[in-house]
């Protein structure tokens, strides 16, 4: 025993310097220990510094209210107990399989932070040359101002939360792998981001990027999710969620190549640019799409909401939308207010569901503005299966497909000329209405169909 049992509220710094290893073994009575019993913890600040390793093993403790320094080559904790206001534990690596850390926990290591216990861990900074490895039986708390973890990469778990929403994790780490069976996922991470994994059983999760972030593995959450980035975000993996899904990139594009992304609720996409490659997004709820430039769904692509029960695809786009060999899909309604143009090409659809709705507004156009394999104003090509539809037959124009344009604020309704064009009415344009064509044709042939 190096301290005393501190009586009388009685503080006492103690600091120790040793060549070689300072390993604290349990024995008879109270155990080896530095400072305080834990019993009745209380005293100054503690310093051990060694020039081999520092072992901390069951029924042995290291312990004050003051501030803790343990710098050796290793820090090994099998079991015991590492406790102060204030835990720093510098070195070559720390690892930690049992016993308990209670207090504010930093760590700067050049090699590796490998730590577990059943109770919670507040975070101070975990700071280490190759990679850090925190899982709780409690939560992960931020118990500072700054980074909570800095390394090439990092694994947090636990069991009850990592962050929350109102005080996440901040980290600045390149690749991270987070879960957490209850309570919040919080974390914020400084520069791009590899999300190589996350499993979250709580309320919600969120993570985040300053810069961009793509995913490593697949992504699965019992409740709510929001991916946040702001320079870019590829989704190459699958996502999964009970909730609700927000997939937010930023400055940058959105990207979801070759994943199937689902949601039990809600889906909403948000970038400059979004695109789908090969991809399947899917809610069971509203899909709600905000491209500050394109929206592109390509390559056998599906972009739903309403999959499985009552969802809008609800989408606004600065630029152009592109649907090539793919299909957009609301139910009951597809809401679409675009800047630029709709192509359908190569089968595309755009697809509404009862009571079969597809209203479209285009804002900066007077006329026109969607396109069929190439051509203005076609609603639905039967031979290539491309275009507007509307509970799976071909959408009508005035009808189920209602287009507003707006330019200068006024707003102009389709006219006849289109209608006809679109075979959608046989009534010609009011200015052939007024030829004086047919007076020198007999009457009983003036009931004939007019051929154009």
């Given amino acids: 025993v190096i301290g005393s049992n501190f009586a009388g509220g009685q503080t006492t710094d103690i600091a120790m310097t040793v060549g070689g290893d300072v390993t604290l073994i349990a024995g008879s009575g109270a155990g080896a220990r530095i400072g305080s019993p834990v019993s009745n913890i209380a005293g100054g600040n503690i310093s051990v510094a060694a020039g081999g390793d520092i072992n901390v093993n069951n029924g042995t403790s290291i312990a004050t209210t003051g501030a803790l320094l343990l710098a050796a080559n290793n820090v090994n904790q099998t079991g015991g107990t590492l406790s102060g206001s204030s835990i720093l534990l510098t070195g070559g690596n720390i690892t930690?399989?049992?016993?308990?850390?209670?207090?504010?926990?930093?760590?700067?290591?050049?090699?590796a932070i490998n730590v577990s216990q059943s109770g919670a861990y507040t975070l101070g900074l975990l700071k280490a040359g190759t990679s850090v490895s925190v899982n709780s039986g409690g939560s992960l708390v931020d118990g500072n101002v700054g980074l909570n973890i800095e390394a090439p990469t990092a694994s947090l778990s636990s069991s009850t939360g990592v962050g929350s929403l109102a005080n996440p994790l901040e980290t600045k780490v390149s690749t991270l792998s987070v879960s957490a069976y209850g309570g919040e996922i919080g974390v914020i991470n400084t520069g791009n981001l590899t999300l190589n994994s996350l499993n979250f059983g709580g309320s919600f999760a969120s993570v985040g990027a300053t810069g961009s972030m793509d995913l490593g593995g697949p992504i699965t959450s019992a409740t709510n999710l929001a991916l946040l980035a702001n320079n870019g975000l590829t989704v190459g993996q699958n996502i999964n969620t009970s909730g609700g899904l927000s997939l937010n990139s930023g400055?940058?594009?959105?990207?979801?190549?070759?994943?199937?992304?689902?949601?039990?609720?809600?889906?909403?996409?948000?970038?400059?640019?979004?695109?789908?490659?090969?991809?399947?997004?899917?809610?069971?709820?509203?899909?709600?799409?905000?491209?500050?430039?394109?929206?592109?769904v390509m390559n056998v692509s599906a972009l739903?909401?309403?999959?499985?029960?009552?969802?809008?695809?609800?989408?606004?786009?600065?630029?152009?939308?592109?649907?090539?060999?793919?299909?957009?899909?609301?139910?009951?309604?597809?809401?679409?207010?675009?800047?630029g143009v709709i192509n359908m090409n190569n089968g595309g659809t755009i697809h509404a569901g009862a009571p079969t709705t597809i209203l479209l507004?285009?804002?900066?156009?007077?006329?026109?503005?969607?396109?069929?394999?190439?051509?203005?104003?076609?609603?639905?090509?039967?031979d290539t299966l491309t275009g507007f539809l509307a509970n799976n037959s071909a959408a009508i124009l005035g009808t189920n497909l209602l287009v507003t344009y707006g330019v200068g604020g006024s707003l102009q309704p389709p006219t006849d000329a289109l209608l006809v064009a679109m075979g959608e009415s046989i009534t010609p344009p009011e200015p052939e209405k007024e030829k004086d064509i047919f007076d020198d044709i007999k009457d009983d042939k003036e009931k004939a169909p007019i051929c154009r």
Avoid: R, W
Avoid at 310 to 323: E, K, L, P
């Fill in 96 to 111: 930690q399989t049992g016993g308990a850390i209670t207090g504010l926990f930093d760590a700067i290591v050049t090699g």
């Fill in 361 to 382: 507004t285009f804002p900066m156009l007077a006329s026109g503005g969607y396109f069929v394999n190439g051509i203005e104003g076609v609603v639905y090509d039967i």
């Fill in 251 to 296: 400055a940058g594009n959105l990207l979801i190549d070759g994943a199937n992304v689902f949601a039990g609720t809600t889906i909403g996409l948000t970038g400059v640019n979004v695109s789908l490659n090969n991809a399947f997004v899917s809610a069971s709820g509203s899909l709600v799409v905000a491209a500050t430039g394109n929206l592109d």
């Fill in 304 to 339: 739903s909401g309403g999959s499985s029960g009552i969802g809008n695809a609800t989408i606004s786009t600065g630029g152009d939308v592109t649907v090539d060999n793919s299909t957009i899909i609301g139910n009951p309604d597809v809401v679409m207010s675009v800047d």
